[in-house]
């Protein structure tokens, strides 16, 4: 996996969109850390690729909430409804 600052975004433009459609995932740094995973969808379905990546999310939102259960013993309503929200605020 290739991995591009935002600043190359600006500057190396065709690199990474060569790199995107040979290896098919690019991901993008902002200040050293991942901040966005680019995906060649190529001739694919955007839908399907969209709501793959939705429930990629949501699965790891609900295993969050999981292990914050599983150390507490329980998750508040509260708790619970601010961790789907969190969820729905990253689509």
Not at 44 to 53: F, M, N, P, Q, S
């Amino acid at each position: 996996m290739n991995f591009y600052s935002v600043r190359d975004l600006r500057t190396t433009q065709k690199a990474i969109w060569e790199k995107l459609e040979q290896d098919g995932e690019v991901v993008i740094t902002n200040n050293g850390k991942p901040s966005a995973l680019l995906f060649d969808i190529g001739d694919g379905d955007l839908e399907e690729t969209l709501k793959a990546v939705r429930q990629a999310k949501a699965m790891m939102a609900f295993n969050s909430m999981r292990g914050k259960a599983a150390e507490k013993g329980y998750m508040s309503d509260e708790e619970i409804e601010a961790e789907i929200a969190a969820a729905r605020q990253e689509e």
